[in-house]
């Protein structure tokens, strides 16, 4: 309205509004009745579904969904929340590289991807705008699992296939991907109680905020630390799966704390043991990620003491993401939660070039094959591309 006078009384605003309101619905109504796939959310069927060594069913009881088939190639959206640690640049790029694959290169017309940073609102309005611009599938990394309710029933009215993973969604209208993170929580609590014992002094460095990841994990961990018969002083702080940050808190809580008797790490692992290198604490059991520099750490000081459990959420989780939606636009049956096998590699099975890359930077997340899914994705391939959104 630059260069025209205002409205000047509550009763103009509100006729103002008002036709901005109705014109706003005009166009929605307008753009639904073009739209044949409209109202073409999942049908329930019955399983079993479309490769399940792939496409696993998260429990016996997953229901099994099925999208009206759309004819490729399709257009594949990102909308990614927070970008501020290696994992989900590594897995920025590996979606990229994912893409220009042989064989999924001719089912993407177009590939957009955004990151909108840790608010709700700016995620939610991001997955609408693809939705609205007619993309066929959209990614996303929830930054909040229980806030997705409306933009969900959209997506489903409008045909979109809505593919969360890692961080995931409470709700089971769509289908999602990802690892088993309760059970992560309790192989990194069965290592400690190990290599521990039933008591002493803990380290939990925690994930991300508000995310699902970072709460499974926790509620998974303390689950068996905290049954009968254990007696665990845990001390908590946050590490926002981020090296510099976890090494940061890490330090901290050794200042403060002293001496610990174990150490639980969701993610920034290499970060927290290069604390207690620089801090001179002892080394102890440190149930961590898949960094691949937390995995050299583990196999240089493996005589020293450092005993390590390494379970992994790989960054490839979004190419068995993008797999997903493009299986499920072809009108592939699959579970609505698809169900990741959790790599996992502990001392003393720590192995150069096999496991862990002596050659390749510390921040680089080593399990990214997937070989029941036909995905195998180099190192070379994933970090020759950008963490820039497209």
């Not at 229901?63 to 257009?75: N, W």
């Not at 290169?105 to 957009?112: G, Q, W």
């Not at 088993?180 to 192989?187: F, L, M, N």
């Amino acid at each position: 309205m630059r260069g025209e006078n205002p409205p000047n009384t509550r009763e103009e605003l509100f006729m103002v509004k008002k036709a901005i309101a109705f014109a706003a619905l005009a166009g929605l109504m307008a753009a639904g009745a073009a739209s044949p796939s409209l109202a073409a959310g999942p049908e329930e069927v019955s399983g079993p579904g479309y490769n399940p060594t792939c496409f696993a069913p998260f429990s016996a009881d997953t229901k099994h969904f099925q999208f009206q088939a759309k004819e490729p190639p399709y257009r594949i959206a990102l909308a990614n929340g927070f970008v501020g640690n290696t994992w989900r640049i590594q897995m920025i790029k590996t979606l990229k590289a994912y893409a220009e694959q042989p064989d999924v290169k001719p089912l993407i017309e177009e590939l957009k991807i955004v990151s909108t940073g840790t608010d709700v609102a700016a995620q939610v309005a991001a997955i609408d705008n693809f939705i609205n611009a007619g993309y066929d599938a959209i990614l996303t990394i929830a930054v909040n699992p229980t806030a997705f309710g409306p933009v969900i029933r959209r997506a489903n009215r409008a045909g979109v296939v809505l593919v969360p993973f890692d961080n995931v969604l409470d709700s089971d209208k769509i289908i999602q991907v990802n690892e088993d993170q309760s059970e992560i929580g309790r192989i990194m609590a069965r290592w400690l109680l190990k290599n521990v014992g039933s008591n002493g002094k803990i380290l939990e460095v925690r994930g991300l905020p508000g995310n699902s990841v970072d709460r499974d994990r926790h509620l998974g961990f303390r689950e068996l630390m905290e049954a009968g018969g254990n007696s665990f002083e845990i001390v908590e702080v946050v590490g926002n799966w981020d090296d510099g940050t976890a090494q940061k808190v890490t330090a901290d809580a050794i200042a403060v704390h002293g001496k610990f008797d174990g150490v639980f790490v969701q993610g920034g692992s290499t970060g927290a043991v290069r604390a207690m290198i620089d801090a001179g604490h002892p080394f102890v059991p440190v149930a961590g990620e898949a960094e691949n520099g937390f995995r050299k750490l583990c196999a240089q000081h493996a005589g020293d003491g450092l005993l390590c459990s390494s379970a992994g959420q790989s960054p490839g989780l979004v190419a068995i993401a993008a797999k997903t939606a493009l299986e499920a636009l072809q009108g592939k049956v699959l579970p609505q939660y698809v169900s990741v096998p959790i790599p996992l590699v502990e001392h003393p099975d720590f192995k150069a070039n096999v496991n862990y890359y002596p050659d390749l930077t510390d921040n680089f997340f080593t399990p990214n094959e997937f070989p029941p899914c036909g995905v195998n994705i180099t190192a070379t391939e994933i970090m020759a591309k950008t963490e820039e959104d497209q």
